[in-house]
């Protein structure tokens, strides 16, 4: 899979690895661990991200450093990993194909757009980070220490919802159970430092959220909503809502779910199926992509004109696939 891209990423002196903005744990943990992996074969990296990295996932910037964006036209070469469009990167990404620099991109989203000199992309895989394995494992497989086998390991946690969701395959669980061996550490010391450390704020934030929860379309889909007032009054970020659009879906009957949330000007919108509901074709028609479970987009709102636009697309497509 990585035989074209490998000795191309090789043939740079020092390479520039981006990260999505809004970052998670499946970008952080494949830039962390592809940027270690670019460091062991000889070749000077530096890993960016224009914001700011959660507070449950600052423990990965201890094996490699994450910073702003700067001195872009030093580099030989780009690397952006889990998102195959510039722009989900930021406002200084999108202008690295500017420089005249190769562009390089591992991801597993659908639908890359046409401005990477060589890629890999496979929407089947389950996560960046479990394609980044398997460049290490084409390449050489001993070079996965401790360091990388958790970033890794964090990534393929977080994008699968700790192996629930259908993405999960047996390549997924092999790449787990490698991953702890040659790490050296067992699952609880990741679920720890993702889940058991949140601040109290977040639970406020959380508490004021879940009371905003409304079914719609007779219980087929569920909304959650976050205004800028929440987060100002329990002193959040946007950081914090991290994980609170499970809770809509998890409510009985829903089909898929949206969390919106203030953010300036316009409504953030996260989007999430677990039935045949393709939130990938409902997040396009709000600029927006992703996965066929996964999505996002943006509306220009306000929130109440956003929920009931965001719904009645819904609601068309459910009827057009019934």
Known sequence: MFNQLIPKLLSHKNIAVFSHVRPDGDCLGAQTALSLWLQKNGVEVSAFNEDDVPENLSWLTDFFPIQKPTNLENFDAFVVVDGNALHRFGDEAEKIADLDKPVYMIDHHPDPEDVFEEFVSREESSSTCELIYQLYEEYDIEQVDAAAAKAMFTGIVTDTGSFQFDSVSSETMRAGSELLRRGGFTPNEIAERLYASRPLRQLKLLSMALETITLHAGGDF???????????????????????????????????????????????????????VDVNKWARQFNGGGHKKAAGAWHPGPLNKAIEEVIAVGKEQLDSEA
């Open 222 to 276: 569920s909304t959650i909503s976050i205004t800028q007032k929440m987060l100002e009054d329990t002193g959040c970020t946007k950081e914090d809502t991290e994980g609170f659009v499970q809770y809509p879906l998890s409510v009985e009957g829903v089909k898929a779910c949206v969390l919106l949330r203030e953010d300036g000007d316009r409504i953030k919108l996260s989007l999430r199926s677990q039935s045949p």
